[in-house]
T-cell receptor
Framework: ETGVTQTPRHLVMGMTNKKSLKCEQHLGHNAMYWYKQSAKKPLELMFVYNFKEQTENNSVPSRFSPECPNSSHLFLHLHTLQPEDSALYLC?????????????FGDGTRLSIL | GENVEQHPSTLSVQEGDSAVIKCTYSDSASNYFPWYKQELGKRPQLIIDIRSNVGEKKDQRIAVTLNKTAKHFSLHITETQPEDSAVYFCAAPLYGGSQGNLIFGKGTKLSVKP
């Protein structure tokens, strides 16, 4: 299934670098999500966008900055990250941001902070 | 806020046996309960979901049961096969603001031995 595509698949960066994660969905959905998946912890919701508007910021540090230029694309801009930010970052989309809409995930970006 | 507890954290069964994973939730307003399967190195995929107006739902070898009074729901996999080996996540809604967000359990690593 290539409905939700994330790039890059792997990223290694230093704490002072600036990088961006990209997510693109070809499912015609209007809601997009960023999740953080760390070892031995539950999936953590970071941001929700519905029709390009941010509807949820789950108390995420400002070193993570999302951008949603249209309903098909979602970015996560990273700067001055900390070692504890190393994790798998998953993008998802759904028809709308209603909670009972099935969410379709991408393969994720494995992020390592040196 | 919503608290989702998932048990067990690991489960090993022989091929052909049944597997049961249980989740409890705390918010009595929760009304939608999805289950996701994540194979090693792959994306989480929705395998089944249930809404609060039904007590059970089946899809071939997979079933989910819901006990609203006790606030728990369970995933049942019958006639397990090696390809069922994966991490399974349950989720329940947390309502706040204009929408709700899914709160995920910590996951159950299921191993099916041939």
């Amino acid at each position: 299934e290539t409905g939700v595509t994330q790039t890059p698949r792997h990223l290694v960066m230093g704490m002072t670098n600036k990088k961006s994660l990209k997510c693109e969905q070809h499912l015609g959905h209007n809601a997009m999500y960023w999740y953080k998946q760390s070892a031995k912890k539950p999936l953590e919701l970071m941001f929700v966008y519905n029709f390009k508007e941010q509807t949820e910021n789950n108390s995420v540090p400002s070193r993570f900055s999302p951008e949603c230029p249209n309903s098909s694309h979602l970015f996560l801009h990273l700067h001055t990250l900390q070692p504890e930010d190393s994790a798998l970052y998953l993008c998802a989309s759904s028809q709308t941001d209603r909670i009972d809409q099935p969410q379709h995930f991408g393969d994720g970006t494995r992020l390592s902070i040196l | 806020g919503e608290n989702v507890e998932q048990h067990p954290s690991t489960l090993s069964v022989q091929e052909g046996d049944s597997a049961v994973i249980k989740c409890t939730y705390s918010d009595s307003a929760s009304n939608y309960f999805p289950w996701y399967k994540q194979e090693l190195g792959k994306r989480p995929q929705l395998i089944i979901d249930i809404r609060s107006n039904v007590g059970e739902k089946k899809d071939q070898r997979i079933a989910v049961t819901l006990n609203k009074t006790a606030k728990h729901f369970s995933l049942h996999i019958t006639e397990t096969q090696p390809e069922d080996s994966a991490v399974y996540f349950c989720a329940a809604p947390l309502y706040g603001g204009s929408q709700g967000n899914l709160i995920f359990g910590k996951g159950t690593k299921l191993s099916v031995k041939p």
